[in-house]
């Protein structure tokens, strides 16, 4: 697997912006589901997902990330950002956007939320009894947002809350 840039999207209308998509990466969807279309073109390096919904006047980007290629290298990039000073929230073994992710944020100073992350594995079934016990999805309404898989504020290097 290569690095590559993530951009969640919503979309007002999914299915012409999956068609746009699709005719535009010259590919299908590598994951559809309801309210939510993910494509992984070959020729670029970029993860899109787009989804449904979002909160009023937000815009149409949700968030922007980088997936990497293995836990090590979040753990690598997380003590690399934490080095620099810089506010982050940790969220190892969460299930969201249909996988199972291991993954930190960090919030630019217009507010833009940035993900690094590592995809251990999809959900196909995603029904809450055989979720494996990682962090529980806190609102799945809105799901791959940043707040999407725990709500704890960023924190400071020290661990407290940063206000």
Same mark, same amino acid.
């Given at each position: 697997?290569?690095?590559?840039?993530?951009?969640? &999207?919503? !979309? @007002?209308? *999914?299915?012409?912006?999956?068609?746009?998509?699709?005719?535009?990466?010259? =590919?299908?969807?590598? +994951?559809?589901?309801?309210?939510?279309?993910?494509?992984?073109?070959?020729?670029?390096?970029?993860?899109?997902?787009?989804?449904?919904?979002?909160?009023?006047?937000?815009?149409?980007?949700?968030?922007?990330?980088?997936?990497?290629?293995?836990?090590?290298?979040?753990?690598?990039?997380?003590?690399? &950002?934490? !080095? @620099?000073? *810089?506010?982050?929230?940790?969220?190892?073994?969460?299930?969201?956007?249909? =996988?199972?992710?291991? +993954?930190?944020?960090?919030?630019?100073?217009?507010?833009?939320?940035?993900?690094?992350?590592?995809?251990?594995?999809?959900?196909?079934?995603?029904?809450?009894?055989?979720?494996?016990?990682?962090?529980?999805?806190?609102?799945?309404?809105?799901?791959?947002?940043?707040?999407?898989?725990?709500?704890?504020?960023?924190?400071?290097?020290?661990?407290?809350?940063?206000?």
């Amino acid at each position: 697997m290569s690095i590559r840039v993530h951009l969640h &999207v919503h !979309a @007002s209308d *999914l299915d012409k912006s999956r068609d746009f998509y699709a005719r535009f990466f010259g =590919a299908a969807p590598v +994951k559809e589901k309801a309210g939510y279309v993910k494509f992984l073109p070959e020729w670029a390096p970029v993860n899109l997902a787009l989804s449904t919904g979002g909160s009023a006047g937000a815009g149409a980007v949700d968030h922007v990330g980088v997936q990497v290629d293995s836990p090590a290298s979040v753990v690598e990039h997380l003590a690399r &950002v934490k !080095a @620099s000073g *810089l506010a982050v929230r940790e969220e190892m073994g969460v299930n969201c956007c249909h =996988a199972n992710q291991d +993954k930190f944020w960090v919030r630019d100073p217009d507010g833009v939320e940035w993900e690094v992350y590592h995809l251990n594995y999809d959900l196909e079934d995603e029904s809450p009894a055989l979720r494996a016990p990682a962090l529980p999805m806190a609102k799945d309404a809105a799901c791959c947002a940043p707040s999407c898989c725990s709500t704890p504020a960023l924190l400071d290097t020290s661990g407290a809350p940063r206000i």
